[in-house]
Structures are given as C-alpha cells and as structure tokens.
C-alpha cells in the first residue's frame, strides 16, 4: 500500500492476506445496491450481549476459521458474535453502499489505502482504546498499515501472507525444471513447459481482480517499488512509458497463460495445478486451500516473481494484510471493542492459523512453531522484503480499480495489441477520478 507500506525491516510477522480481494468502488456510492443482506447483523445487535459482524469470509477454509475464533470470543466474554456472512466479491461490491447504511458493529477488511479510503470519509470509527491493550502484540510495520491518514487507529490486522509463483515440487522434479530467478528463465521454462504439453501458467481471471497481481509484480520488478506507490496514488501516468514497458512483458507471457482466463474462476484455475495440468501459477498463499489432500499440499511449493531489472531485482513482496474495523456507529460499542481485542490477541491468531495454514500471523507474539514449510517460506520471504505492498486494489482508490483498471486489465487479456488505447483510456479516467477527491 503506497507511503505507509512497510519497507523492510518489518516484519517478524508478515503482513496480509488477500483471498477476499476485492472490488468496492466510491462509484457506488449512492447507487441504491441492495445492501449486503440489508445488514445491520439482523438488528440484533443493539443487545449489549450481542456483537454483529459483518464478513467476507465466505470460502469454506477461512468461513471455518472465524467462526472458531468467534465461538472462543464467546466462551471468554459471554458476548455473542452475530455474523452476516456475504460472498467475498459481492461485499467488496456493496461496501459503500452498505457502511452509508445500518452496517454490522464490526466487519472484515483490509489494510492499508482500502482502510484508510473509508476512515477519511468518516465510515468507520477509531479504535485507539483498542490499541492501548493490543499495541505490544504488533510490529511497527503492522502498526503503521492500521492507521488512517489521520494517524488514529483504525484497523486491527489478523494475518498476512504472500503473492508467488506456486509449482508442484514432484513436477519440477520429474521434468528437470529449475526454479527460474530472471525473466529470461521464466520465459524459457513457459516454452519448455508448453512443449512437455503443460499450461505455463494457470490463470483466472472470472472475479477481475487476479489479473491485478500480475500487472504488479510485472511493475515493480521492472520499474522498482517507488514508482509502484506513485502509479496507485495516481500521481504518475499510465501513459509514460515505463508503464508500456510493463505491459509489453506481459504481452510477451500471454502466450503461456492460460486460455479462456476472464471466463474462469482463481478456484478453477487453481485445480489444474493441483491436477499437474499446469505447471505454474501466480497467486497468494490462500491457492493452497484448494489443495485439500495433504499429499498434494505437502508437493505445493512456491518461488518469488522472477528478475526483470537488475536494480530492483527481487526486492518487493506482495503481502496483503486482512483484518477488522469498527464501523461509523455501532450499536454496541463496549462488545465490539471488547471482540476487537481478542482479534488483536496471539490466542485470536492461534485459533485462525490452525483452521487456515495458507497464512501467517501478524502478530510478532504468535506462536509459529507448528507454521508448515510453506507457512515458514511465506514468512521468511515477507520478512526478508525491501518493500511490501499491499495489492492494487488496497494501494489505490477502490473507486478507481474498480471502475476503470478491472475492466481495462480483462480488456488487456483479451485484446494485449490495443495496450496504447487502453493506456490512454486509463489516463483519462484516472485523472476524472483523482481530481474528484
């Protein structure tokens, strides 16, 4: 996420995670959606023994996770948690809509820009008493992702995990494939893999957020973290040619991709890996959920975005955080701060990264002794980041990644030579929509 992402000495506990990425969109705003459920945690929450809550977290693995730590919120204070679960795509679609409304006492999101875009327009509430009794449990870097621009407090962070690119271990082995760390390699290995009769690269792009990670990691591996930050912010332009550059990398992948990508789901995608179909896929850590016999999970491994220019080399990580917020006026406060603090407690994160190991704690006070192999890669690798960023649709303006860089990315997919015009029409919105704030 743009000037407040960490920058490297961070984390001994990552910084996020992005399943539930997202859409959401200011231009939205006031368009009359159907809130989510017409929301309000079904008004049940004005009992001072009930919290509602509204979630995203509607794919099974994390669904689970939550309502675990949920029910032991619930042993501990005797407060109930209420949960307004909705689809994960449909929520981030509705927020506006639905945080103008009657939202639920608490609610799932994420840090960063997306935090801090609704604490500015006053849709969510600060939670500095929160933080006086959880602030020892987090690193700074965790702590700096969950202010506002206001500098209060606004967010309470879960866990964290990484983008990569993920492979079948026994794949690579039976073939002779090495992991490849410069795009020279990257694009031989496609060639070679296309040839053994694999897909290079699994792909899915149905929801219109997947495609966003790899125009990051395209980015800042070719033009370095910096300009990653001024690009969100829309202070630099889509139509420089740094920009070009970056989508005539990508061009060169699209032939390795998989086809048919913007009518598939990350889901669907991520059953060809899991099926040997494909021998690559960039993605967060969460693909593993989609790996549920642990003998396939066990073969699922992961490298770093290849080298594209030497002088940024490796040096960004891609590390989503995910976490909670107090919305504008709830109806019980006292329980909502009470549930916000046991979030923010190493217990919280127990119970969660038992249900969930494709993440990894925020928490520098969470006990990682039983992270698996990919749980202690992730960490090493966020940890050992110059830069992290947060995602394009949590760096920048919702209503602009929403709107304009979702549809033109699936445009890119299916049409890569009108890259120009798309760049053009990008520019043009962009500037529409920052000047409007």
């Known amino acids: ?27 939205l705003l006031g368009a009359g959606i159907p809130l989510l459920s017409a929301c309000g945690g079904s008004g049940s929450a004005a009992d001072p023994k009930t919290v509602s809550l509204g979630s995203n977290s509607s794919d099974a693995v994390p669904k ?12 501990k204070s005797g407060i109930k948690v209420d949960v307004n679960t909705k689809d994960h795509n449909t929520f981030q679609e509705q927020i506006n809509s639905y945080l103008q409304g009657t939202p639920d006492d608490v609610f799932t999101w994420f840090a960063g820009y ?16 929160v933080w006086q009794k959880i602030g020892g449990n987090f690193p700074e870097a965790m702590q700096k992702l969950s202010k506002g621009e206001d500098g209060k407090y606004y967010f309470v962070p879960l866990y964290t995990y990484p983008w990569a690119v993920f492979y079948r271990k026994s794949v690579f082995a039976q073939r ?14 496609c060639k070679r893999m296309q040839k053994d009769g694999l897909v290079p690269i699994a792909f899915g792009d ?35 040619p740094k920009v070009r550059k970056v989508f005539d990398h990508w061009t060169e992948l699209l032939p390795y991709h998989q086809e048919g ?18 021998g690559m896929y960039l993605l967060g850590t969460f693909v593993g959920q989609q790996f549920t016999n642990k003998a396939d999970l066990d073969d699922l491994d992961f490298f770093a975005f290849p080298e594209i220019d030497p002088q940024f080399g490796q040096d960004t990580v891609e590390a989503p955080t995910d ?32 249900a969930d190991s494709s993440v990894v704690a925020a928490s520098t006070k969470a006990d990682t002794s039983s992270y698996t192999a990919l749980q202690k890669k992730s960490y ?29 990315l699936q445009n890119f997919i299916r049409n890569p030579k009108n890259a120009d015009s798309i760049l053009s029409s990008i520019e043009r919105q962009k500037k529409t929509i920052f000047a409007s704030s």
């Open 206 to 240: 149905k929801d219109a957020w997947p495609a966003m990670g790899t125009f990051d990691q395209i980015n800042f591996r070719t033009n370095g973290y910096d300009f990653h930050v001024e690009l969100m912010a829309g202070k630099a332009s889509w139509t420089d």
């Open 176 to 189: 002779g494939y090495e992991v490849p760390t410069t795009w020279d390699d990257f694009v031989a290995l």
């Open 114 to 129: 997306r935090m801090q875009f609704f604490a500015s327009k006053k849709l969510a509430t600060p939670i500095g008493d």
């Open 380 to 408: 090493e690798m966020i940890s050992g980041a110059k830069s992290l960023t947060q995602f394009m649709d949590r760096d920048s303006r919702p209503d602009f990644t929403s709107t304009v860089m979702q549809p033109a």
């Open 1 to 27: 996420m743009h000037d407040l992402s960490p920058s490297g000495s961070l984390l001994p506990a990552p910084s996020r995670r992005t399943l539930l990425r997202g859409v959401g969109g200011a231009a």
């Open 64 to 75: 689970k996770a939550f309502a675990e730590i949920y029910a032991a919120f619930t042993k």
């Open 323 to 354: 976490g909670f917020m107090l919305s504008k006026a709830p109806k019980n406060r006292d329980g909502a701060v009470k549930l916000l603090e046991y979030l923010g407690t190493p217990e919280a994160e127990q119970i969660y990264l038992k």
């Open 261 to 278: 990508a913007v009518g598939r789901t990350w889901q669907d995608a991520a059953q060809t890996l899991v099926a040997k179909k494909a």
